[in-house]
């Protein structure tokens, strides 16, 4: 089994920063991507970004400038860097990861989420 563990969400006032981590661990042999998504109330889950084994990541246009994403792939960790956040961005963020586990199955994984609140 895998395990995600997020940390990092709060409340925060508008045109602040957070930063989000996300640890995997368990029966991994390797990671092919992680990434984080988002769902407000009433919406949909979005893709927020998302960074690939080799290195290249994507972005939803909402936070492109204004968030980053990062890996420590020694410690299969992965970060969300988030400046001048914007009360749109309250959400429950959530941390996945595709990855190959020991048995060489490729399988998913999401964390628990963890809450930003981006409010005066």
């Known amino acids: 089994q895998v395990q995600l563990v997020e940390s990092g969400g709060g409340l925060v006032q508008p045109g602040g920063s957070l930063r989000l981590s996300c640890a995997a661990s368990?029966?991994?042999?390797?990671?092919?991507?992680m990434a984080w998504y988002r769902q407000a109330p009433g919406k949909q889950r979005e893709l927020v970004a998302s960074?690939?084994?080799?290195?290249?990541?994507t972005y939803a246009d909402s936070v492109k400038g204004r968030f980053t994403i990062s890996r420590d792939n020694a410690k299969n960790t992965v970060y969300l860097q988030m400046h001048s956040l914007k009360p749109e961005d309250t959400a429950v963020y959530y941390c996945?990861?595709?990855?190959?586990?020991?048995?060489?199955?490729?399988?998913?994984?999401w964390g628990q989420g963890t809450q930003v609140t981006v409010s005066s």
């Open positions: 996945s990861t595709d990855l190959i586990s020991l048995l060489r199955a490729r399988e998913r994984y």
């Open positions: 368990g029966t991994i042999f390797s990671i092919n991507s």
């Open positions: 960074m690939a084994s080799a290195g290249s990541t």
